[in-house]
């Protein structure tokens, strides 16, 4: 009996794990993605995270990584080895990795909620034209996971200050941007806003965090609103589905939770809303304010509530 039970568990296990790998080699939409990927840490015992990738347009993609350990360290050895460019990486169609593969990760130490990365000489031979992709990629990536605020970048040991004619300061957090966008008329009220927007490669969606930089007195809600629902982007290759006619009535920020009250323009024709539109509101609004929750009305009444976890 125990027999037949351990060989059960191990069909059970390693059939999860079949069918993860198949599913992870294959891109689909995000939201299968993030139910996959919790699916694998409730029965093997792996675990995902986020990585941004490089696309065919030059702009990084969130997309996801499987790993084999929730131990923050190993989390980011994992992180850099799949942004590191290898013949045997498991990325999806249209998305590649953007590191060298003769840079080298010799240690990782994680201080304070902040990791740092220390590579061999190679990563400073990274191409100029690159370069800022490649500091990006690394800050979001690593800083996606739990209790992670920074990272701060070494070389042989000695902190790396300048590279590629790019100032860095000792510790880059998402305040350094990515796939950034400018804006702007003057110096005064400058502000920066992370905005999600959806993409295609392969008839798959992905979701992409643009930073812009303008010159803006609205509130960061405001301008992500009016931005999803425009008809203009700056990208042609990037979309939103947010119904151009969507009105925010009205929103209030508490201390762990903001309240969007939309116009009723924000459903579909069978009375709901659509999963890519709660994505990239959330994503965008998760990025930029440090909130749990974000409540959805229409008209005054509350129409559901997503966490972070949840789109996670």
Known sequence: MLKKKALKKIFITTLSVFILVCAYMIPYSTEKTEQVGLEVEY????????????????????????????????????????????????????????????????????????????FN????????????????????????????????IKVNDEVVEEMNGIVLDAVLTKDFGLNKTYNIQNRDNIDKVIIYY??????????????????????????????????????????????????????????????????????TDQNQILEEVLYTIGYSIYDNYNIETVMYKVNGEEIMKKSIKELE
């Open 198 to 267: 959806l993409t295609k490669i392969d008839d798959q969606s992905y979701y992409v965090p643009v930073t812009r930089y303008l010159n803006n007195n609205e509130d960061k809600i405001e301008i992500i609103i009016n931005s999803l629902s425009s008809s203009y982007i700056y990208e042609p290759n990037l979309m939103s589905m947010l119904n151009q006619n969507t009105k925010l009535l009205d929103y209030e920020i508490n201390s762990d939770m903001v309240i969007l009250n939309f116009s009723d323009a924000i459903f």
């Open 43 to 118: 029965t093997t015992g792996m675990y995902t995270n986020n990585i941004y990738l490089l696309n065919e347009d030059h702009l990084l993609v969130k997309s996801k990584i499987l790993l084999d350990s929730n131990d923050p360290v190993e989390k980011v050895k994992q992180i850099v080895d799949t942004l590191t460019i290898h013949k045997t990486n498991f990325i999806p169609n249209g998305l590649s990795s953007l590191l060298d593969e003769k840079v080298k990760l010799k240690d990782v130490i994680i201080y304070d909620d902040i990791v740092h990365l220390n």
């Open 121 to 152: 000489e190679e990563f400073l031979k990274t191409d100029p034209e690159i370069t800022e992709k490649v500091l990006e990629a690394l800050i979001f990536s690593i800083t996606d996971i739990d209790g992670i605020r920074g990272i701060c």
